[in-house]
């Protein structure tokens, strides 16, 4: 896989993880690594800072601005830093002519890749997954004590 196109995975990743986010519980692990993926990209020069954008959110009053930010041919949201007020040019209301291309992408996988981009050998990531996995393992101990039972009869 090559650069552009490991780019434009990552993208939809993005785009994924931000689309569950406007709707999860509780979105704070997905903007983290929403924002954690677009900063590492940016350190990379494989994102690039368009400029600033008035929030359409309101109710986050203390953030009037969110830096506009392009991964491949994709526009994502993110706070902006005081350097950026300096250095960016202000774009003034969020334009909807950034759309997103549709992506289907489902969110495990959307994590999947992100968390492959950002190395993540979290200890978080393993603690939920094994959780999980016990819910559907039985374990070995089971199978014992039937055929145990059966001895039983015998």
Known sequence: MN?????DDLAKAIYTVNRHA?????PKHL???????INEL????????VGLHFSKHPKYSNQHSTLLVQVANYYFHIPPTKDDFKELQHLGELDESYRNPQTK???????????SYL???SSQKTKKVSKRS??????????KMNWAK???HH
């Open 3 to 7: 650069e552009s196109e490991q780019l």
């Open 22 to 26: 406007k709707t999860a519980p509780d």
């Open 31 to 37: 903007y983290y690594i929403k924002k954690a993926t």
């Open 42 to 49: 940016l350190k990379k020069k494989l994102a690039k800072k």
């Open 105 to 115: 992408m489902s969110l495990s996988q959307a994590k999947k890749i992100i968390y």
């Open 119 to 121: 190395n993540w050998k």
């Open 134 to 143: 016990s819910a559907y393992y039985t374990p070995s101990s089971l199978g």
């Open 150 to 152: 059966k001895t039983h």
